[in-house]
């Protein structure tokens, strides 16, 4: 496109007045454009900052299921602040139509009942189990499980791994875990979740199927009500005497709107808001920022710490090393709550065999699910091109290294048992010479990592809740006309892949500003 076509369209679109603006096509934003442009009369615009393909033209890093991450050119570039033992991470999200569903590993497991009982026991509305599964079933088309809680004809396909889509690594690990005493689940997302198993995918034949593939289909791309436009970095949202009114960007341009969704995920989103004058009133005061609302945006991140115990196996034994992630054991640790699965154990084939002695090597990843520190997302400058401040804080609540030690403990029983231990010839990381608990704290600097799953820094809450951003329905407190809809939304981190839930939770924040 030409630069005078492109300075045209620029002042087409300013001209224009939206019904709604999305801010953030990715997995809540794609999926708030397709069902708010559902209704004919209501003018949508979805704002994207990184770039915009067809359905069927996605690159291979954004496309094909084993590349995990992306690549700089999807990317944000984003890294977290130095944290316990010194540990500071790349924290990669996805930059592109589709979001981080485009750079994710395609895991498609719903957060449990003890989450959503957890979020209303402290007093959020509406978010109970039974009240949000028909908006998971509204998303799903699969053709497997229970009609009861399973959708047959949703945007979003979900496939379930058969036994004989896995690795012979993948299907020995399932067998040792039931050998340990764990149930056999073949379906995560029904009643009875906790267990191993193979994964449910949103993949198909080796490629991710993200939203803007699935929920921004081409029909939907067409509809005449509904406006993508991708690589416009979002400065801020300009407010009115309380009111939202208008979507700044970072080139100057300004667009109107009687209604704005703020999707821009866990790190995004916060950084918008703050920049728009709501947050902390003396953190916004000290960057000059005039304040527009006194609200605690970014000051409960939360996020899934993993560990990579790796193994080293015999070649003869391993099979060949697909597909990347194929099995998972979801269970409770000694100090889960009730309904709560809080460690996960991902059977899956990373790590370079020329690290592994036997030329051959893969990895079973622990992740505690239901973390007790707490991170922040603040400010580095007013600027919108600078990454904001992102403090994870990883394991810096001790309860956190103790029960990230009780489960590299579970995975060595794990491996000491059935056909699993006939693969194995040596424990690499954390290395079998790390014997006590002194000993394993000190390791998990070696292999720490996070899941990806960063949300709860602009969380919906009750009227009573001091640490709530939004109301049950995502609307920002003191802001008329100002939704969150996005990972940042949730009251805490769910114990689980954090995707299927932010799509659920856009679909039920959808619904109801379409007044139903």
């Not at 704290?441 to 919906?460: I, K, N, Q, R």
């Not at 679909?507 to 500003?513: G, P, T």
Request: net charge negative.
């Amino acid at each position: 496109m030409s630069g005078q076509q492109e300075s045209g369209r620029s002042r087409q679109i300013q001209a224009l007045k939206f019904d709604c603006i999305v801010v953030g096509a990715g997995s809540a934003g794609a999926v708030m454009a397709a069902r708010l442009s559902e209704d004919l009369y209501r003018r949508v615009l979805l704002l994207e900052a990184g770039p915009s393909y067809a359905p069927d033209a996605y690159p291979d890093a954004v496309r094909l299921q084993h590349v995990i991450g992306g690549d700089a050119a999807h990317d944000w570039g984003y890294a977290s602040e130095s944290s316990w033992s010194d540990v500071r991470l790349a924290v990669p999200r996805g930059k592109v139509l589709g979001g981080s569903s485009a750079v994710n590993a395609g895991v498609s497991m719903r957060a449990p009942a003890g989450d959503f009982a957890r979020w209303t026991d402290a007093g959020l509305e509406h978010w109970t189990a039974a009240e949000v599964l028909p908006f998971f079933q509204k998303s799903e088309r699969t053709v497997h499980g229970d009609d009861a809680v399973h959708g047959r004809d949703g945007p979003w396909p979900i496939h379930y791994l058969q036994d004989d889509e896995v690795s012979d690594m993948q299907r020995a690990f399932i067998a040792s875990a039931v050998q340990e005493g764990f149930a056999h689940v073949q379906d995560f997302n029904g009643a009875q979740p906790f267990g191993v198993g193979a994964y449910p995918m949103n993949n198909r034949m080796g490629q991710r199927l993200n939203t803007g593939m699935t929920y921004l289909s081409q029909e939907v791309r067409e509809r005449p009500n509904l406006t993508i436009r991708a690589q416009q970095l979002v400065d801020r949202i300009e407010i009115d005497q309380g009111r939202a009114v208008a979507v700044l960007l970072s080139d100057g341009q300004r667009i109107d709107a009687k209604e704005i969704v703020l999707c821009a995920g866990a790190y995004g989103t916060p950084a918008i808001l703050l920049r728009s004058g709501v947050g902390p009133a003396e953190d916004l005061r000290e960057l000059g920022v005039d304040v527009q609302a006194d609200l605690p945006v970014g000051k409960r991140l939360q996020e899934h710490p993993f560990f990579y115990t790796t193994w080293s196996a015999r070649p003869t034994k391993i099979g060949l090393p697909l597909p990347p992630v194929g099995a998972i054991l979801w269970t409770q640790s000694s100090q889960a709550t009730l309904g709560v699965g809080d460690f996960h154990v991902s059977a899956v084939h990373y790590g370079d065999p020329a690290s592994s002695p036997t030329g051959a090597i893969f990895t079973l990843a622990l992740a505690l699910t239901r973390p007790h520190s707490l991170g922040s997302v603040t400010l580095r400058s007013r600027d919108p091109t600078v990454a904001p401040r992102i403090a994870l804080n990883l394991l810096e609540d001790v309860r956190d290294r103790r029960l990230m030690v009780e489960g590299i403990e579970l995975i060595r029983r794990i491996t000491r048992r059935g056909p699993l231990a006939e693969i194995i010839v040596d424990e690499l990381t954390p290395g079998a010479l790390s014997a006590s608990y002194e000993a394993l704290e000190a390791a998990l600097p070696l292999a720490l990592d996070v899941y990806h799953h960063p949300t709860s820094t602009a969380p919906m809450g009750g009227a009573d809740d001091r640490h709530a951003v939004t109301d049950y329905q995502g609307r920002v407190r003191g802001i008329d006309g100002l939704r969150v809809a996005d990972a940042s939304s949730f009251p805490d981190v769910p114990c689980v892949a954090t995707n299927p839930t932010v799509i659920m939770l856009a679909e039920r924040i959808s619904q109801w500003m379409r007044g139903d």
